[in-house]
C-alpha cells in the first residue's frame, strides 16, 4: 500500500509570491491534515479536511489556506509568502474520522522564501 | 491547556541502554496519546500509542507507561541500537472528530556504539 506522498519535495520562493503544495493521501484515508515543522516552534497544526471539508483550524493567518478533492487529494495554499513561512509542511492521512487517531505523515515539503 | 511538555530536549545514551521519554500534558480531554520517530529528511513515522484506559502498552522493544492521575506518559526504548538515534515526539488528542494532534517539542536521541 502506497503512503502519504506529497509534492513538491523542495520549494524555493520569493517573498510576496504564493505558493500550493499537494497530498496524496493512503488509499482509502479520508481524512487529510496539514502540519507546519519549524525549528522554534516545533510542530504546528494547520488545518484538517475530511470529505472536502474543513473541520478543523489551527492558529495560522488566513494566508494559509487549503482544500480537498473527491478523491481525498488535498491542497495547501500560502499568499503572500513571507520569510517566516520557511518550514517543512507535512501531510497526514487517517483512516478514520478525526485527525488525532492513526495519523501517517509524508515525508514533507520543505518550502524556503527568500 | 493545550499544550505537551517534553523532555529531555536531547539524549545521549550507549548501545544497549534505555533511553526514557517523559511527556506532561494539562488537557484531560486528551484521550490518544501517541509516539512518533523522524529521522533527518523524513515526515514523522507513528511508532506506538496509548489510551487512557490501559497504563502500559509494548510493541517490540518500544514501551508506553501511560500514568493518568498525573497526566503523564513516557516512552522507553528497550535494547537501543545506533538506528534507534533520530528525534522522538510525544503528540496528543482528543480523538472526536474535528480533532488534532497537539505535539511536544521533540527529543533527539542519539545511540552510541
Known amino acids: 500500500k502506497a503512503g502519504v506522498t506529497q509534492t513538491p519535495r523542495y520549494l524555493i520562493k520569493t517573498r510576496g509570491q504564493q505558493v500550493t503544495l499537494s497530498c496524496s493521501p493512503i488509499s482509502g484515508h479520508r481524512s487529510v491534515s496539514w502540519y507546519q515543522q519549524t525549528p522554534g516552534q516545533g510542530l504546528q497544526f494547520l488545518f484538517e479536511y475530511f470529505s472536502e471539508t474543513q473541520r478543523n483550524k489551527g492558529n495560522f493567518p488566513g494566508r494559509f489556506s487549503g482544500r480537498q478533492f473527491s478523491n481525498s487529494r488535498s491542497e495547501m495554499n500560502v499568499s503572500t509568502l513571507e520569510l517566516g513561512d520557511s518550514a517543512l509542511y507535512l501531510c497526514?492521512?487517517?483512516?478514520?474520522?478525526?485527525?488525532?487517531?492513526?495519523?501517517?505523515f509524508g515525508q514533507g515539503t520543505r518550502l524556503t522564501v527568500v | 491547556q493545550q499544550q505537551v511538555k517534553q523532555s529531555p530536549q536531547s539524549l545521549i545514551v550507549q548501545k544497549g541502554g534505555i533511553p526514557i521519554i517523559n511527556c506532561a500534558y494539562e488537557n484531560t480531554a486528551f484521550d490518544y496519546f501517541p509516539w512518533y520517530q523522524q529521522f533527518p529528511g523524513k515526515g514523522p513515522a507513528l511508532l506506538i500509542a496509548?489510551?487512557?484506559?490501559?497504563s502500559e502498552k509494548k510493541e517490540g522493544r518500544f514501551t508506553i507507561s501511560f500514568n493518568k492521575s498525573a497526566k503523564q506518559f513516557s516512552l522507553h526504548i528497550m535494547d537501543s541500537q545506533p538506528g534507534d538515534s533520530a528525534t522522538y515526539f510525544c503528540a496528543a488528542s482528543n480523538t472526536g472528530t474535528a480533532s488534532k494532534l497537539t505535539f511536544g517539542t521533540g527529543t533527539r536521541l542519539q545511540v552510541t556504539l
Open positions: 496509548i489510551r487512557p484506559d490501559v
Open positions: 497526514a492521512s487517517s483512516p478514520f474520522g478525526g485527525a488525532g487517531t492513526e495519523a501517517f
